[in-house]
């Protein structure tokens, strides 16, 4: 508050009470003025009108209109009369003065006394009188009877009416209020002068006490208050005083104390200033320490990682040698030993990288949804080994194409995901990906992994993030691990400019949170099709699951109805006013004995609308179990996003309104001199595999092995491929799922995938072009096949080996001239030597391995047949059949290609006999195999 507003407020205080008194004191006199002078117009009137109506009686009984006109003239001239109209009985106007009246009949009147009644109108007051035959007496027009009645009746002869105008009224009016205001004018000029004068005596000493304390503040202890007289004011004005020299004492010991601790200041920096020193070189010297040990343990890291890559390939080598089982179970033991070795090098490597700080953090664009699919895709066997659901979810508001380092985010989520399925054994792991806030093109993401594991006390989090260490040290040995992950996964993730933390309870769970700052991707991305229009009524247990569908959905643009139970999903099938269009159902692998996917089948009969699932399996017998019961799409949890988008855009939109498939996409072409291409088989068939693998080693052609699905794109994201060789039936995730999401990925679009068959019937062909294979191949594939499908669809010219044994007769120059040349059919050395492209060595390894596989193939068979389980009929049949295109056995490989024949056209008339005569060939073959020596007939070529 300062002086000016003080002495204001005083003023106004003290005018207050006289304005108020004075507005309602004259308010109050005024209107009683202007109703008395409303009266006193009124009276008048009614007065004057009483004095005319008898002056007029002689002139109207008479019919003198002239007098009448006299005596309204007469009455014009009295003050503020306007206007007399005399008038007789029937009210018709015998005289008029004055101009015409301003109110009209109608106006409000009252009755007064002797039938006069005033009428009020704006600017006048009108009065009428009735002119009565009272007063004169005429003897012709009386009777003797007239004196007999003692109170005759008045006799109306006409009418007087008389106007008088308001206007002096009004001036009247602002006379007075003119003087009231005058009045009230004067008083408020002297109250407010005395008011000044008063204010001006108050803040006076205010106003002195105020700089007094703005001195103080300023720091001049020095100044007081000098006030006269007796009251508050001068009461307040020594106390400021006692304020001001208690603050001038305070303030001189404590420039005393000052000046004491400076000193003592000033000498412990001396010494502080020393040991700093000492603490500076130290640092430097630890600092050093640690360089070196980084660098140590970098150089030391990959010098082991080469012997160990040389020795970790021999291996491989050894492996694809002919070996009994003792030798290969050694080798498979020392190939596993070598993995670990070998991931337990790369974990100190990238430690030893990040405490160096040598790690190099790319700046590359990428879809957040592919790198969550890739982490999904590659630890969801796991999670489905282990009985434990794997969700995932990104918040709508997340931007999805980012730029950085995708493959260290995907390191992080690999181990934080892969830690909570390894501690989880019932429940499930999800992922939750929100955004915590956007500045222009940046981006901060958080992600909570979140598991129902074994959870860790308190202690044993504190421990968490140290290297080498784990939260529990019995965890080690039941679960493995060196405990780097954590802490490599914590400088991943504070390189990227972000912090991880964890909250959790023993037996519970845990939840790892971390968050980390992108950069926003504003450049064209690749977008999926859109699918607008389409309803989709989805069905899931698991709210994690349902948020990410829902989300997929709408950016795809199309509208999503969210059923929580069974029950809400048939009311709104049944529901006339909705409009459905499919509906995705998640299943639980444990639940597809029950009647829900058939009765739901059942009810999208009558309308006609695909049912998608989704199930938390991997295997072919859960998938073709669900197609059986009517689903249209067959896709395992968690969802990849492009494969449920291929599905919906297969099913709702018409293949002449998509994009160009694979299948007719150019091949491609190469100049003279190119490099060869790197090539990747991919087969379940350990067998196949390793003779496909040795045939492309032979013809000089890089390959890469795979087998199963997602091992091959795992190695199509991180290495280069030029051309793929598919495999169709494979378990978990088959040849043509697996090409659909290297076709999904934008760098291996236009690459060619070959499909490899060993049953292929035309229509099956032409389903394999459509489904996004380049070209098919039908087991046994030859070297020169392999050479002209390479030139074909990559221009590389690839040069046949001649090797140095020369096979004797037609076995390798020869197309096979008869099944049955070699032992009555049941094994042919010529046709087991062209399959394996003249190499002694691998037709006894493939024959090998068939012998040892063949017992419990056969088994596998008839335990399918026995279950009246014809599609796992089929899927043994298909595995067999593919096995036996390599080993040279004409009666065993026509029993399977008569029987997958007559299982794909579903003819089962004549399969028991083809099953019979299956098993005998087989038992034939193994009774052949121990009384022959095969393995000198396959080395001499007969």
Not at 853 to 871: G, K, Q, V
Request: charged share 20%; proline share 4%.
């Amino acid at each position: 508050m300062n002086n000016p507003q003080l002495q204001l407020r005083i003023m106004l205080l003290a005018l207050l009470p006289v304005l108020l008194v004075s507005t309602v004191l004259g308010a109050f006199f005024i209107t009683e003025r202007f109703r008395d002078l409303d009266d006193l117009l009124d009276q008048r009137a009614l007065a004057m009108a009483k004095q005319l109506a008898p002056v007029c009686e002689y002139g109207v009984m008479t019919g003198n209109n002239a007098i009448l006109q006299n005596i309204a003239n007469n009455m014009l001239e009295e003050p503020d009369v306007r206007s007399v109209t005399i008038m007789n009985q029937d009210r018709q106007a015998l005289a008029h003065s004055g101009p015409r009246m301003l109110n009209a009949r109608n106006a409000d009147g009252t009755l007064e006394r002797g039938q006069l009644r005033l009428m009020r109108a704006e600017g006048s007051v009108r009065v009428l009188s009735p002119i009565l035959a009272q007063n004169l007496v005429i003897p012709d027009q009386l009777s003797n009877e007239f004196y007999v009645e003692e109170t005759p009746a008045p006799k109306i002869l006409g009418w007087a009416e008389l106007e008088l105008s308001a206007s002096n009224t009004y001036l009247k009016r602002y006379q007075y209020v003119s003087s009231a205001l005058g009045i009230i004018l004067v008083v408020l000029l002297i109250s407010g002068y005395i008011a000044y004068r008063i204010s001006r005596y108050m803040v006076g000493p205010i106003r002195g006490i105020m700089r007094a304390l703005k001195d103080l503040i300023a720091g001049k202890y020095e100044t007081r208050i000098h006030l006269t007289g007796t009251g508050e004011l001068n009461a307040i004005a020594q106390t400021v005083n006692t304020l001001a020299a208690e603050l001038q004492r305070l303030q001189t010991d404590y420039q005393r104390n000052i000046e004491t601790a400076t000193r003592d200041l000033q000498e412990n920096m001396d010494e502080l200033e020393v040991r700093c020193s000492q603490l500076s070189l130290g640092k430097r010297e630890a600092q050093d320490a640690i360089r070196m040990k980084s660098e140590f343990l970098t150089n030391i890291s990959h010098e082991i990682r080469t012997p160990l890559s040389g020795l970790r390939g021999y291996i491989d080598l050894l492996q694809r040698t002919s070996l009994n089982d003792r030798q290969r179970d050694c080798l498979e033991t020392m190939s596993a030993a070598a993995d670990d070795l070998m991931r337990m090098i790369n974990d100190l490597l990238d430690l030893s990288k990040l405490e160096a700080d040598k790690a190099i953090f790319e700046h590359n664009p990428f879809n957040l949804y592919d790198i969550l699919d890739d982490v999904t895709s590659m630890l969801t066997p796991v999670a489905i080994n282990q009985r434990i659901d794997l969700a995932c979810n990104i918040a709508s508001n997340v931007p999805v194409n980012l730029i950085g380092d995708g493959l260290r985010l995907k390191q992080v989520l690999t181990n934080l995901i892969g830690n909570g399925i390894k501690f989880t054994r019932i429940g499930g792991v999800t992922v939750q990906a929100t955004q915590i806030s956007r500045n222009n093109n940046q981006t901060s993401i958080q992600f909570a992994i979140t598991d129902t594991g074994i959870g860790m006390s308190e202690t044993a989090r504190q421990r968490l993030f140290q290297p080498f260490a784990q939260a529990d040290a019995s965890t080690s040995r039941e679960y493995g691990g060196t405990g780097l992950g954590l802490i490599i996964a914590r400088a991943l993730v504070q390189h990227m400019h972000g912090d991880i933390t964890v909250t959790s309870t023993p037996g519970t769970g845990s939840c790892f949170t971390f968050h980390v700052t992108l950069e926003v991707n504003s450049e064209p991305q690749e977008h999926l099709t859109p699918i607008p229009g389409k309803r989709l009524a989805v069905l899931t247990s698991e709210s994690v699951s349902r948020d990410h569908i829902h989300n997929l959905l709408a950016q795809w643009q199309m509208d999503c109805i969210d059923c929580r139970t069974i029950e809400a999903l048939y009311e709104l099938l049944d529901d006339p006013a909705s409009s459905v269009d499919g509906v995705i159902l998640a299943v639980d692998r444990e639940c597809l004995g029950s009647t829900l996917c058939q009765n739901l089948s059942q009810r999208l009969q009558p309308h006609q609308l695909p049912l998608f699932t989704l199930i938390n399996s991997l295997q072919h017998d859960d998938m073709d179990r669900l197609r059986e019961y009517g689903a249209s799409s067959v896709l395992s949890r968690p969802v990849n996003h492009r494969r449920l988008h291929q599905e919906l855009l297969k099913q709702f939109i018409p293949k002449d309104l998509r994009q160009p498939t694979n299948a007719e996409i150019t091949p491609l072409t190469s100049q003279s001199g190119q490099h060869p291409p790197t090539v990747l088989t991919v087969d379940d068939n350990n067998a196949n595999l390793r003779l496909i693998t040795t045939l492309l080693q032979d013809l000089d052609v890089p390959v890469l092995s795979a087998s199963s699905g997602e091992e091959a794109i795992r190695l199509v994201r991180e290495q280069r491929v030029d051309l793929v060789f598919m495999d169709i039936q494979m378990p978990g995730m088959n040849g043509l799922e697996t090409t659909r999401h290297i076709r999904s990925l934008p760098a291996l679009r236009h690459v060619p995938v070959i499909a490899l068959t060993a049953h292929a019937m035309a229509d099956e062909r032409r389903t394999l072009i459509n489904e996004g294979m380049n070209d098919y191949q039908t087991k046994p594939i030859s070297l020169q096949q392999l050479a002209d499908c390479i030139q074909r669809w990559t221009g590389y010219v690839a040069t046949i080996p001649t090797y140095s044994k020369t096979i004797s007769g037609p076995a390798v120059a020869s197309p096979i001239q008869d099944d049955a040349e070699t032992a009555g059919g049941i094994f042919s050395a010529s046709l087991a030597l062209k399959s394996a492209s003249g190499k002694p060595a691998i037709a006894a390894d493939m024959f090998s391995m068939l012998l040892e596989s063949l017992p419990m193939e056969i088994a596998t068979i008839r335990e399918a047949w026995e279950n009246d389980d014809l599609e796992g009929v089929g899927r043994a049949v298909h595995k067999l059949n593919g096995a036996c295109r390599y080993c040279g056995v004409p009666a065993l490989r026509n029993s399977l290609e008569q029987a997958e024949t007559d299982l794909r056209k579903r003819d089962y008339q004549q399969l028991p006999d083809r099953l019979r005569q299956l098993n005998n060939d087989a038992e034939n073959l193994l009774r052949w195999a121990a009384e022959n020596d095969w393995l000198s007939m396959i080395n001499s070529g007969k």
